[in-house]
Protein backbone atom coordinates (compact mmCIF):
# COMPACT_ATOMS: atom_id res chain seq x y z
CA UNK A 1 0.00 0.00 0.00
CA UNK A 2 1.35 3.49 -1.09
CA UNK A 3 1.38 6.80 0.95
CA UNK A 4 0.49 10.07 -0.38
CA UNK A 5 4.18 10.66 -1.76
CA UNK A 6 3.53 7.02 -3.59
CA UNK A 7 6.37 5.38 -1.06
CA UNK A 8 5.17 2.53 1.12
CA UNK A 9 3.14 3.15 4.25
CA UNK A 10 6.20 3.68 6.61
CA UNK A 11 7.23 1.06 9.24
CA UNK A 12 7.60 0.93 13.05
CA UNK A 13 11.23 1.10 14.31
CA UNK A 14 10.88 -2.37 15.68
CA UNK A 15 9.59 -4.01 12.59
CA UNK A 16 12.63 -2.35 10.49
CA UNK A 17 14.77 -4.08 13.02
CA UNK A 18 13.31 -7.42 12.77
CA UNK A 19 13.48 -7.17 8.88
CA UNK A 20 17.04 -5.81 9.11
CA UNK A 21 17.80 -8.90 11.74
CA UNK A 22 16.24 -11.78 8.72
CA UNK A 23 17.67 -10.56 5.82
CA UNK A 24 21.43 -9.99 7.29
CA UNK A 25 24.49 -12.19 6.52
CA UNK A 26 27.32 -10.45 9.07
CA UNK A 27 30.63 -11.05 7.79
CA UNK A 28 33.17 -10.87 10.33
CA UNK A 29 36.41 -8.50 9.35
CA UNK A 30 39.36 -10.34 8.82
CA UNK A 31 42.07 -11.45 11.57
CA UNK A 32 45.41 -9.89 12.44
CA UNK A 33 47.80 -10.54 14.83
CA UNK A 34 48.79 -7.01 16.12
CA UNK A 35 51.19 -5.74 19.17
CA UNK A 36 49.23 -4.91 21.95
CA UNK A 37 50.49 -0.91 21.63
CA UNK A 38 48.54 -0.55 18.59
CA UNK A 39 45.09 -2.96 19.67
CA UNK A 40 43.47 -0.63 21.85
CA UNK A 41 39.73 -0.84 21.62
CA UNK A 42 40.35 -4.01 19.06
CA UNK A 43 38.09 -6.74 19.28
CA UNK A 44 39.68 -9.82 20.38
CA UNK A 45 39.07 -12.58 17.89
CA UNK A 46 40.74 -15.64 19.62
CA UNK A 47 40.12 -16.67 22.88
CA UNK A 48 42.98 -15.75 25.44
CA UNK A 49 44.39 -18.06 27.69
CA UNK A 50 47.47 -17.28 30.65
CA UNK A 51 50.42 -18.46 29.61
CA UNK A 52 51.78 -18.75 33.32
CA UNK A 53 50.88 -18.09 36.49
CA UNK A 54 50.40 -14.33 37.94
CA UNK A 55 52.35 -13.72 40.16
CA UNK A 56 55.01 -16.86 39.82
CA UNK A 57 55.67 -16.21 43.22
CA UNK A 58 54.38 -15.86 46.88
CA UNK A 59 54.67 -11.53 47.11
CA UNK A 60 54.44 -9.13 49.95
CA UNK A 61 51.47 -6.70 49.33
CA UNK A 62 53.09 -4.36 51.80
CA UNK A 63 56.34 -2.96 53.57
CA UNK A 64 56.76 -5.33 56.60
CA UNK A 65 58.69 -8.64 57.40
CA UNK A 66 58.01 -11.95 56.44
CA UNK A 67 57.39 -14.34 58.94
CA UNK A 68 56.27 -17.78 59.72
CA UNK A 69 52.55 -16.40 61.38
CA UNK A 70 52.12 -18.72 64.01
CA UNK A 71 55.43 -16.54 65.21
CA UNK A 72 52.86 -14.02 65.97
CA UNK A 73 49.79 -15.74 67.57
CA UNK A 74 48.45 -13.97 70.50
CA UNK A 75 50.90 -11.17 70.44
CA UNK A 76 49.55 -7.83 71.95
CA UNK A 77 51.16 -3.86 72.54
CA UNK A 78 51.90 -5.56 76.03
CA UNK A 79 52.98 -8.99 75.17
CA UNK A 80 54.99 -8.95 71.62
CA UNK A 81 56.28 -11.72 70.15
CA UNK A 82 60.07 -11.05 69.75
CA UNK A 83 61.60 -12.53 66.54
CA UNK A 84 65.38 -12.48 65.08
CA UNK A 85 65.74 -10.34 62.01
CA UNK A 86 67.82 -12.29 59.62
CA UNK A 87 68.44 -10.67 56.68
CA UNK A 88 66.21 -8.26 54.06
CA UNK A 89 65.00 -8.96 50.77
CA UNK A 90 66.15 -6.44 48.23
CA UNK A 91 63.40 -5.55 45.34
CA UNK A 92 63.83 -8.34 41.81
CA UNK A 93 66.01 -10.33 44.36
CA UNK A 94 65.14 -13.99 44.48
CA UNK A 95 65.65 -15.02 48.18
CA UNK A 96 68.75 -17.62 48.69
CA UNK A 97 68.08 -18.53 52.75
CA UNK A 98 65.35 -20.26 54.54
CA UNK A 99 63.54 -18.06 57.22
CA UNK A 100 63.48 -21.28 60.64
CA UNK A 101 61.09 -20.69 63.43
CA UNK A 102 61.64 -17.47 65.34
CA UNK A 103 63.45 -15.85 62.32
CA UNK A 104 62.02 -13.04 60.05
CA UNK A 105 63.01 -11.12 57.09
CA UNK A 106 62.89 -7.65 56.17
CA UNK A 107 60.48 -7.46 52.66
CA UNK A 108 59.16 -4.59 50.57
CA UNK A 109 56.23 -4.11 48.88
CA UNK A 110 56.64 -6.83 45.68
CA UNK A 111 59.38 -8.36 47.04
CA UNK A 112 59.54 -12.35 47.18
CA UNK A 113 58.60 -14.03 50.08
CA UNK A 114 61.19 -16.83 51.49
CA UNK A 115 61.26 -20.16 52.42
CA UNK A 116 59.61 -21.06 55.63
CA UNK A 117 57.14 -17.53 55.49
CA UNK A 118 53.83 -17.83 55.19
CA UNK A 119 52.81 -14.16 55.62
CA UNK A 120 53.86 -10.80 56.20
CA UNK A 121 53.86 -8.44 59.33
CA UNK A 122 52.65 -4.58 58.30
CA UNK A 123 55.54 -2.00 59.37
CA UNK A 124 53.47 -0.13 61.30
CA UNK A 125 52.62 -3.25 63.82
CA UNK A 126 56.66 -3.74 65.19
CA UNK A 127 59.15 -2.27 66.68
CA UNK A 128 62.85 -2.43 66.16
CA UNK A 129 64.68 -3.46 69.47
CA UNK A 130 68.10 -3.41 67.75
CA UNK A 131 70.03 -4.50 64.67
CA UNK A 132 69.09 -8.28 64.98
CA UNK A 133 65.85 -8.30 66.56
CA UNK A 134 61.66 -6.95 66.44
CA UNK A 135 59.02 -7.24 68.65
CA UNK A 136 55.52 -8.08 66.84
CA UNK A 137 52.69 -6.48 68.70
CA UNK A 138 49.78 -7.57 66.22
CA UNK A 139 49.41 -11.45 65.11
CA UNK A 140 48.95 -11.63 61.31
CA UNK A 141 47.04 -15.10 59.94
CA UNK A 142 48.33 -17.22 57.09
CA UNK A 143 48.53 -15.64 53.97
CA UNK A 144 47.81 -12.41 55.17
CA UNK A 145 48.84 -9.40 53.23
CA UNK A 146 50.54 -11.93 50.89
CA UNK A 147 49.77 -12.56 47.18
CA UNK A 148 49.84 -16.65 46.31
CA UNK A 149 51.86 -17.79 42.96
CA UNK A 150 49.14 -18.01 40.70
CA UNK A 151 46.32 -15.90 42.80
CA UNK A 152 46.00 -13.39 39.80
CA UNK A 153 46.36 -16.11 36.71
CA UNK A 154 47.18 -19.50 36.83
CA UNK A 155 48.78 -21.07 33.64
CA UNK A 156 45.92 -22.10 31.31
CA UNK A 157 43.51 -19.94 32.64
CA UNK A 158 40.76 -18.47 30.73
CA UNK A 159 40.72 -14.76 30.29
CA UNK A 160 39.54 -13.08 27.73
CA UNK A 161 36.99 -14.66 24.95
CA UNK A 162 36.54 -13.50 21.37
CA UNK A 163 34.43 -11.00 20.46
CA UNK A 164 35.55 -8.38 23.53
CA UNK A 165 36.68 -5.38 22.96
CA UNK A 166 40.21 -4.82 24.39
CA UNK A 167 39.98 -1.89 27.24
CA UNK A 168 43.58 -0.22 28.23
CA UNK A 169 42.86 -2.58 31.56
CA UNK A 170 43.02 -5.62 29.39
CA UNK A 171 45.89 -4.66 27.60
CA UNK A 172 47.78 -3.91 30.78
CA UNK A 173 46.98 -7.36 32.55
CA UNK A 174 48.32 -8.74 29.02
CA UNK A 175 51.56 -7.18 29.06
CA UNK A 176 51.78 -8.57 32.96
CA UNK A 177 51.45 -11.67 31.35
CA UNK A 178 54.15 -11.25 28.80
CA UNK A 179 51.38 -11.56 26.23
CA UNK A 180 52.76 -9.12 23.67
CA UNK A 181 50.87 -10.03 20.35
CA UNK A 182 47.21 -10.39 20.01
CA UNK A 183 44.52 -12.00 17.28
CA UNK A 184 41.79 -9.13 16.44
CA UNK A 185 39.85 -8.20 14.12
CA UNK A 186 40.41 -5.41 11.51
CA UNK A 187 37.97 -2.64 11.85
CA UNK A 188 35.47 -2.81 9.35
CA UNK A 189 35.15 -0.02 6.67
CA UNK A 190 32.38 2.53 5.92
CA UNK A 191 32.18 4.33 2.70
CA UNK A 192 30.39 7.77 2.99
CA UNK A 193 28.93 8.84 -0.26
CA UNK A 194 27.63 12.62 0.09
CA UNK A 195 25.10 13.57 -2.35
CA UNK A 196 23.38 16.67 -3.47
CA UNK A 197 23.94 19.64 -6.46
CA UNK A 198 23.74 22.08 -3.58
CA UNK A 199 26.47 20.69 -1.50
CA UNK A 200 29.91 22.00 -1.43
CA UNK A 201 33.43 20.64 0.71
CA UNK A 202 33.75 22.31 4.06
CA UNK A 203 36.53 24.30 3.31
CA UNK A 204 34.88 26.01 0.25
CA UNK A 205 33.38 29.69 0.88
CA UNK A 206 29.88 29.53 0.86
CA UNK A 207 27.20 30.87 -2.00
CA UNK A 208 23.91 31.78 -1.68
CA UNK A 209 21.72 28.45 -2.46
CA UNK A 210 24.59 26.50 -1.14
CA UNK A 211 25.39 24.56 2.05
CA UNK A 212 28.47 23.20 3.19
CA UNK A 213 28.87 19.03 3.83
CA UNK A 214 28.11 18.45 7.57
CA UNK A 215 26.83 14.84 7.46
CA UNK A 216 30.11 13.36 6.35
CA UNK A 217 32.00 14.91 9.50
CA UNK A 218 29.54 13.31 11.64
CA UNK A 219 29.40 10.52 9.72
CA UNK A 220 33.19 9.84 10.20
CA UNK A 221 32.90 10.54 13.66
CA UNK A 222 30.11 8.31 14.66
CA UNK A 223 31.83 5.50 12.54
CA UNK A 224 35.16 5.84 14.74
CA UNK A 225 33.34 5.47 17.84
CA UNK A 226 31.52 2.29 16.89
CA UNK A 227 35.07 1.03 15.92
CA UNK A 228 34.72 1.33 12.07
CA UNK A 229 36.93 3.20 9.75
CA UNK A 230 35.10 5.58 7.47
CA UNK A 231 36.07 6.26 4.23
CA UNK A 232 34.72 9.69 2.92
CA UNK A 233 34.09 8.86 -0.97
CA UNK A 234 33.35 12.65 -1.66
CA UNK A 235 30.32 14.97 -2.61
CA UNK A 236 28.87 13.66 -5.73
CA UNK A 237 25.93 15.38 -8.15
CA UNK A 238 22.31 13.90 -8.40
CA UNK A 239 22.77 11.93 -10.92
CA UNK A 240 21.80 8.33 -11.86
CA UNK A 241 25.03 7.29 -13.61
CA UNK A 242 27.41 9.45 -11.30
CA UNK A 243 25.91 7.84 -7.93
CA UNK A 244 25.50 4.30 -9.53
CA UNK A 245 29.21 4.12 -9.89
CA UNK A 246 30.27 5.08 -6.86
CA UNK A 247 27.90 2.82 -4.93
CA UNK A 248 29.54 0.06 -7.01
CA UNK A 249 32.55 0.59 -6.35
CA UNK A 250 32.33 1.57 -2.70
CA UNK A 251 30.35 -2.16 -2.31
CA UNK A 252 33.93 -3.53 -3.77
CA UNK A 253 35.83 -2.15 -1.37
CA UNK A 254 34.15 -1.94 1.59
CA UNK A 255 32.18 -3.42 4.23
CA UNK A 256 28.77 -1.01 4.67
CA UNK A 257 27.66 1.99 2.37
CA UNK A 258 25.94 5.11 4.00
CA UNK A 259 24.58 7.44 1.10
CA UNK A 260 23.51 10.49 2.70
CA UNK A 261 21.40 13.54 1.68
CA UNK A 262 18.92 11.24 -1.11
CA UNK A 263 16.26 9.49 0.67
CA UNK A 264 14.05 12.05 0.55
CA UNK A 265 10.58 12.65 -2.06
CA UNK A 266 11.95 14.75 -5.07
CA UNK A 267 12.87 14.57 -8.88
CA UNK A 268 16.34 14.04 -7.80
CA UNK A 269 15.55 11.11 -5.35
CA UNK A 270 17.12 8.07 -7.02
CA UNK A 271 18.72 6.35 -3.64
CA UNK A 272 15.84 3.57 -3.80
CA UNK A 273 16.49 2.80 -7.63
CA UNK A 274 20.18 2.68 -7.19
CA UNK A 275 20.43 0.15 -4.27
CA UNK A 276 17.50 -2.00 -6.44
CA UNK A 277 19.91 -1.65 -9.47
CA UNK A 278 23.11 -2.40 -7.55
CA UNK A 279 22.13 -6.11 -6.80
CA UNK A 280 19.57 -8.25 -4.80
CA UNK A 281 17.98 -8.19 -2.68
CA UNK A 282 17.82 -4.76 -2.81
CA UNK A 283 15.54 -2.27 -1.00
CA UNK A 284 14.59 -3.78 2.36
CA UNK A 285 12.70 -0.42 3.90
CA UNK A 286 12.12 3.18 2.81
CA UNK A 287 10.36 5.46 5.25
CA UNK A 288 10.32 4.58 9.11
CA UNK A 289 7.55 5.79 11.59
CA UNK A 290 10.57 8.06 13.32
CA UNK A 291 11.47 11.39 14.01
CA UNK A 292 13.67 12.70 12.70
CA UNK A 293 14.59 10.26 10.18
CA UNK A 294 11.64 9.11 8.70
CA UNK A 295 13.09 9.08 5.41
CA UNK A 296 15.25 6.36 5.83
CA UNK A 297 16.43 3.88 3.61
CA UNK A 298 17.98 0.38 4.42
CA UNK A 299 19.08 -2.34 1.28
CA UNK A 300 20.85 -5.26 1.51
CA UNK A 301 23.11 -5.68 -2.28
CA UNK A 302 25.47 -9.38 -1.80
CA UNK A 303 25.23 -9.55 1.31
CA UNK A 304 26.57 -5.88 2.32
CA UNK A 305 24.02 -3.23 3.77
CA UNK A 306 23.49 -0.65 2.37
CA UNK A 307 21.73 2.71 3.72
CA UNK A 308 20.58 5.77 2.47
CA UNK A 309 20.03 9.10 5.36
CA UNK A 310 18.51 11.80 5.29
CA UNK A 311 20.01 15.07 4.81
CA UNK A 312 19.41 16.52 8.22
CA UNK A 313 22.38 16.07 10.66
CA UNK A 314 20.01 15.43 13.68
CA UNK A 315 18.04 12.80 11.64
CA UNK A 316 21.32 11.26 10.40
CA UNK A 317 22.71 10.92 14.39
CA UNK A 318 19.34 9.37 15.35
CA UNK A 319 19.52 7.04 12.42
CA UNK A 320 22.88 6.14 12.79
CA UNK A 321 22.53 5.11 16.81
CA UNK A 322 19.48 3.13 16.30
CA UNK A 323 19.89 1.12 13.26
CA UNK A 324 23.42 1.58 11.83
CA UNK A 325 25.75 1.30 15.13
CA UNK A 326 24.24 -1.65 15.96
CA UNK A 327 25.03 -3.48 12.42
CA UNK A 328 28.82 -2.18 12.30
CA UNK A 329 29.31 -3.37 15.66
CA UNK A 330 27.93 -7.01 14.82
CA UNK A 331 30.37 -6.34 11.63
CA UNK A 332 33.40 -5.84 13.80
CA UNK A 333 33.26 -9.25 15.55
CA UNK A 334 31.81 -7.43 19.02
CA UNK A 335 29.25 -9.77 21.07
CA UNK A 336 26.39 -8.01 22.70
CA UNK A 337 27.69 -5.91 25.75
CA UNK A 338 25.37 -7.00 28.93
CA UNK A 339 26.32 -3.40 30.05
CA UNK A 340 25.95 -1.30 27.22
CA UNK A 341 21.56 -0.15 28.00
CA UNK A 342 23.29 1.21 30.99
CA UNK A 343 26.04 2.98 29.62
CA UNK A 344 24.35 5.51 27.41
CA UNK A 345 20.68 5.62 28.83
CA UNK A 346 19.60 7.67 31.73
CA UNK A 347 16.16 8.48 33.18
CA UNK A 348 15.60 12.24 33.75
CA UNK A 349 12.25 14.41 34.20
CA UNK A 350 11.59 16.57 31.47
CA UNK A 351 11.00 19.96 32.23
CA UNK A 352 7.95 20.76 29.95
CA UNK A 353 5.09 19.62 27.89
CA UNK A 354 5.67 18.11 24.88
CA UNK A 355 3.27 16.94 22.51
CA UNK A 356 4.30 13.91 19.55
CA UNK A 357 1.96 12.95 16.96
CA UNK A 358 0.77 9.21 17.37
CA UNK A 359 2.34 6.53 15.52
CA UNK A 360 5.59 7.36 15.72
CA UNK A 361 8.73 7.23 17.47
CA UNK A 362 10.17 10.45 18.50
CA UNK A 363 13.73 11.46 19.59
CA UNK A 364 14.00 15.24 21.41
CA UNK A 365 17.68 16.75 21.77
CA UNK A 366 17.82 17.66 25.38
CA UNK A 367 19.93 19.63 27.53
CA UNK A 368 20.84 17.66 30.85
CA UNK A 369 21.55 19.31 34.35
CA UNK A 370 21.04 18.23 37.91
CA UNK A 371 18.69 19.73 40.34
CA UNK A 372 18.52 19.04 43.93
CA UNK A 373 19.60 15.93 43.58
CA UNK A 374 17.59 15.03 40.18
CA UNK A 375 18.61 14.94 36.76
CA UNK A 376 15.88 16.82 34.45
CA UNK A 377 16.25 17.48 30.59
CA UNK A 378 15.43 20.45 29.10
CA UNK A 379 13.95 20.05 25.51
CA UNK A 380 16.10 22.12 22.83
CA UNK A 381 13.44 23.11 20.17
CA UNK A 382 14.85 23.85 16.91
CA UNK A 383 13.58 24.09 12.85
CA UNK A 384 14.32 20.94 10.52
CA UNK A 385 17.64 21.81 9.30
CA UNK A 386 19.49 23.74 12.03
CA UNK A 387 22.79 22.43 12.41
CA UNK A 388 23.97 23.75 16.04
CA UNK A 389 21.04 22.01 18.02
CA UNK A 390 23.20 18.86 18.57
CA UNK A 391 26.27 21.25 19.94
CA UNK A 392 23.78 22.24 22.90
CA UNK A 393 22.43 18.43 23.68
CA UNK A 394 23.32 15.71 25.87
CA UNK A 395 21.60 13.46 24.18
CA UNK A 396 17.87 12.33 23.10
CA UNK A 397 14.62 11.78 24.95
CA UNK A 398 12.22 9.29 23.81
CA UNK A 399 9.01 9.54 23.20
CA UNK A 400 7.62 5.87 22.50
CA UNK A 401 5.72 5.36 19.35
CA UNK A 402 2.05 5.32 20.92
CA UNK A 403 2.20 7.61 23.62
CA UNK A 404 1.01 11.31 22.50
CA UNK A 405 3.13 13.28 24.38
CA UNK A 406 4.98 13.75 27.81
CA UNK A 407 3.66 15.99 30.51
CA UNK A 408 6.56 18.24 32.85
CA UNK A 409 8.05 16.47 35.48
CA UNK A 410 7.59 12.81 33.95
CA UNK A 411 10.33 10.76 33.51
CA UNK A 412 12.20 9.94 30.49
CA UNK A 413 14.22 7.74 28.76
CA UNK A 414 17.66 9.77 27.84
CA UNK A 415 20.11 8.43 24.76
CA UNK A 416 23.31 9.83 25.62
CA UNK A 417 25.50 11.38 22.09
Known amino acids: MKDMLGREELITVDKALEILEKHIYFRKSAEIKLAIENSYGMIVSKDIFSPENLPEFNRSTVDGFAVNSADTFGATDNLPSYLVLKAEILMGEEPDFKVDKGEVAKIATGGMLPQGT ?55 ALAGLGITNVWVYEKPKVSIISTGDEIIPANKPIKPGYVRDINSYVLSGLILNAGGIPVKKGIFSDEYDILKDVVEESLSNSDMVLITGGSSVGTKDMTARIINDAGKPGVLFHGVSLKPGKPLIC ?37 EDRLEPYKKTVTAKIDKNISSSPGREEHIAVYLEERNGELWATPIFAKSGLITTLIKADGTALIPLKKLGVKEGETVEVRLF
Open 118 to 172: DSVVMLEHTQLIDEKMIEVVKPVAPGENVIQAGEDAKKGEFLLESGRRLRPQDIG
Open 299 to 335: GIVNNKVIWGLPGHPAAVSVCFKIFIEPVLKTLSGLK
